[in-house]
């Protein structure tokens, strides 16, 4: 194990996801249940919010019916595991972070291509259970986030070779400079 540390904040990184903590615009984890790939995103997401202030991210799903089937629990207990609840207001919908930073939960099946622009300013996306991305949503997604320095994570369990993607990070014209992408699984998480 390998540990990364900003300021006073140590959080400990597989030696997996370690190629994920250099900045790229689009950051890919696939491989199998039990890998850690939720836990290492969803620990990012928080270590960013802690050291980033008015950081803005929002964890996307193709479908999210509920908060409940987001990954804002994933994220509340990272706060706890990390000892950083005085830095974050945990709310039913949203999680308020340092000088006006945003975490919110959003399923891609509720936009359009209008509705979308709403999380143009955004600094960060993770697309959880990236598997069940329709190739519309991801077409519609990924130009919606240009602010200079944002950056796209999608963590995913492979289904199949058509999945939107999977083709993206793993297909044809997949070896591009400014993406990066691992694969992890059980064995891998310490």
């Known amino acids: 194990k390998a540990g990364i540390t900003m300021s006073a904040l140590d959080i400990p990184t597989a030696e997996v996801f370690e190629p994920l903590l250099r900045p790229s615009r689009y950051k890919g984890a696939h491989g199998g249940r039990g890998s850690g ?75 359009t291509a209008e509705s979308i622009k709403s999380l143009e300013g955004f600094d960060r996306v993770w697309v959880e259970e990236a598997q069940s991305i329709s190739k519309y949503s991801w077409d519609m997604l990924r130009p919606t986030f240009r602010k200079p320095g944002s950056e796209i994570w999608a963590s995913w369990n492979p289904l199949l070779e058509e999945d939107a993607i999977d083709r993206f990070f793993r297909g044809p014209g997949s070896d591009r400079s400014d993406m990066v992408t691992v694969q992890a699984n059980w064995s891998d998480n310490p």
């Open 37 to 111: 790939k939720s836990h290492f995103f969803g620990g990012l997401v928080v270590e960013e919010h802690a050291t980033m202030q008015g950081h803005r991210t929002v964890c996307i799903r193709e479908v999210q019916k509920s908060i409940k089937l987001s990954s804002k629990q994933l994220i509340v207990d990272k706060i706890n595991q990390f000892n950083l609840n005085h830095l974050f207001e945990v709310q039913d919908q949203v999680i308020k972070t340092p000088k006006d930073g945003l975490i919110v939960f959003q399923g891609l099946q509720n936009h």
